[in-house]
């Protein structure tokens, strides 16, 4: 951490300020310049709210040189995290392909959308089950009874499942049946949702809040590992920009930024991004062409008749037709399929 | 709801769509333009998802004309509410004034907060207990322990207690302790929660998302409403914009808008927006002159050593300045102090 | 400047980097923290790109500690200029009332307007002859003979003309005709404008870009003053956030920052920025509460009959309202009307 | 256009609104609904500005339906335009592969790097001779002098040249001795100049402005196009969102957007994008992955001492491997290298 003076600090205010660095047991090094003087600070400053010395008369301003996440940073773990869902390995040269429709409406709907997307190549099965809405008048999801469903074609197809878990409520249910546990990005800061997610034996894939920086995406995986859970996923899934024709703006510069700082694997949901089908296809390529770990895309038998998000769902036809072009892409870059 | 046929579609096409709707006890409306032909929706669509349409290959683009959110809207409930906070109201021509640190730290701390507060005009006392941190190593607030001491000094000084509720374990205490339960900005979407404090009897302060947009964000405060509780106090405290010399933008024109779009009152959290103490009184001032009905400042008895946001605090003596120019501002756009 | 190395930098990278500062003609000062070395850099760092030191391999980010302004930092320059606009001040406690149509229409639209604010305490007369519209199609202003009205107008009733220019091909023509020339918010960041507006005897009111940040923003003034015209006003009209209900979104959080920063006169557009007439009032008097040194504000006689932005204008009548409740509120925050 | 009234406007306003889109000779069409009654306007609206209407008092919101760009408007132009640079094609299956360095320094510089980039296969050479720069105090480019390098080492190498007009004053010089005229982000809007590039024969390179939707973006395009000058080449090279640990945001979904929505060719440049040269390649080849019909990279010998932005600078070995995938991926989706 770096604090700097204003112009015209006194070496009283200087002496002061930095006693009370030191006083929360740093070491300090003055640097005087030309036209300021320059505090460094020496130790561990994880826990420090740089924002404590702003309050200062004399402090123009601080800056953290550190990153303020350690078990998520690829610096103390230099090697890709591998993750383990079921026995379907994610990370590394490993794709994980994560297909199904937005919302569970039956089990025949969901079988028959497995089914397809299995023979395509999808090695993972999603499916809404409990269903975040912006209007407490849509359609809020089938609940336990999608739970239920997403099981069941769980056993007939051994694809294994991803869901959201929108409530503390249902933590044990997800824990027991749910293959990997998916935290929505309106979820993302929900802080006491990450720490009892420490607590679970099953991964966790952490969508990236609409408004969430790289920094405040990687702290809330730190949240859940330091709370005891190391398996975490990270899933780019578009940010809020003043772009509006598209739902979201697809940030693929998100999986090289992510890989460097942090050691976690990366997925990309080209659906939720768009929000448009006829995006999915290229940014589902681009996604893979940047290195992604994975691909979570939605898949409808019938999108017109979808209850929620058809507009963004693939045809199991034109998934097949995606996959293709992935198995071709992917090996350039350094993956299997 | 209006949506529009792509240039060259078909009759049957139309027809196609022209069912679709149909199907779903809408009306229509066909409207053949020059270039366009138009299906004009005609029925309650609050509750009818625009992308559904959106699937369909001669469909260009759908338009919601209605807003989606009933309970809310000032259409229908054309007077200003008035929410009753323990005895002080909120809305209409009454300015709630809430002051208090942002972490509770201790009894005396919190008394001395609360007692100069008070002196200078403050009808309600804000407080952290329990602390929605960024890192899971920040100091996350005194939990239950930090709830009793505000509990004790209401009881010192009268003044109602406003705290943040992160967490539905803790609904039951809250509705039992608390004046006023604070939403905080990275819950606004936690659907779960929201739909939980509509059992709740106490009035909710429901703070906008950093990436809320104003539907949105009276879409969650229709959550509320439509699960039992009417009581909802809406809460600038700035959106996330590029401009990062500042913590947060404070979006002061949401004052206007959100009275037009709704009955709800409107409070300012000028302390979090910024980020620094010295933009709180020149923004508390002008929220005051464009309609806010309420203020929710962080004061501190000693900033340099708060446990959290020591930066964005007044000191109780800058506090008064503000209240005092308050005092000035408000009877020119029609508050009582 | 502060350069800060990567982790396990050796003793050759930190060498090797500390001497490219070094031939840049800085001084450094360096400090070995736990984790990772810091060096100083000491010296005038003003017109040194930063990035030229990320580039190098042992470099993990270099941070800026100075502002890169001069002239227009208010460090170097305590007290706030005033700006003499043909005799209206503005800055300091004065306080600048800009009115008109945003299209020049016809001389008696103009007059009328014009004498209608007069009455009402307008001190400036605003009208667009030349307009930056974002559609080739749409009205482009009336050119030349726009300009000949304003100075028509100015005649009949005393008031300075301010209106933009957005071509250096009329540079001579406006510095010979108009009071104040504005620049407006696309060509914020037209480099080539900014220096040729240097050679002009007017003051310039230089519009914040949609996407500025504050510094960019003071870095386009000072480019200006660089260039030999230190009489620059800064004018907030909106920043374009990912709200769409408002066309943009007005900041006035820069009003505080900007009077910190520098010793510009701030003046603020409430009609461009909220895009509605029914927000210009309030965010009118919020702004001078805000510590705003003017208004600039679209008044129309006849806003449904107008050839560009009538939405956004406010009749004369409701001007008058306006500026009685600014003159209310100015004396408040120690500005005279 | 379509005209949504308020609730309860009454059949008078309803009869003078419909008289006001008459006036201006469209025909309308009038849908009563439950709630509302909306007016469809028949007609061209491309030139009339939706916000005339909003200024009545009846009237609640005004939808565009049509795009308001005819000559840019894939509707009335299917095929993919394929744009010749002095022999090089730009468009449906040919890759524009653009390099060189940010900053022309010297001949020798410009022609290492231009023998390198064309040795590994690019067929475009850049270099900037104007530079638009944040700082007025940050190095401004060689100007004409730059100029005459690139055209030394077009002459030299055969590549034809691509760089940045910033002034009108250069249009001439431009046109007679540049390949592709670059206009860059800061000046998307700078319509005076948009106007002006109509008037030359030159295709142009129209980057993206930092905050510029695709309509608008587009219409600066139509500006062009509308001026005399049909051969414009969109380039991508980032948005600006909150953000900061990257440059900006590349929005690569603006390419299969841009592909719908227009029939122009579509460059993407990642190195201003991210500003991070390790961004680069997984960016050049998403791009590609994508549909981007070119890359613009920014190639130089010696990052380290670059005047401008070597921090985002490809050393050409590095390049060189760059291609090299470029070579695998891009008959995946279609194109030829």
Redesign the interface.
Known sequence: M?I?LK?HATKEQLAHVDK?VKDRGLDT?I??????T?I?????T??I?P??F???EAV??V?H??E??KLANR?FHPEDSIVDVSGVKIGGDHLALIAGPCSVESYEQVLEIAQAAKASGANLLRGGAFK????????QGLGMEGLDILCAVREATGLPVVTEL????YLDVFNERVDLIQIGA??M????LL?QLGQVDRPILLKR???A????WI?SA??IM??GNENVILCERG????????RN?????S???LK?LTHLPVVVDPSH???????VE??A???????ADGLMIEVHNN??C?L??????LKPKKYDMVLN?IK??AP??GKQV
């Open positions: 770096i700097v112009p009370l090094h640097v005087e310049g030309q036209d300021m320059i460094g600070c020496i130790g561990d994880t826990m709210d924002k404590l702003e309050v200062n123009d301003k800056m040189v550190q303020p996440y610096a975040p809405r912006t209007s407490p008048y849509a359609f929108m409530s503390p409520n309106r979820n800061q929900n802080f006491d720490k809040g609409l408004n920086t790289y920094e405040e702290m730190e949240y330091a709370s940010i809020r920009t003043f772009e509006t024709y598209t703006t697809l940030d693929l510069q999986i090289p930024v460097r991004a768009g929000g448009k089908w006829w995006l290229p940014m390529i681009a996604a893979v062409a940047a290195g999108p017109e979808a929620c998000d058809g507009a963004q769902s072009s071709q892409i350039v870059v």
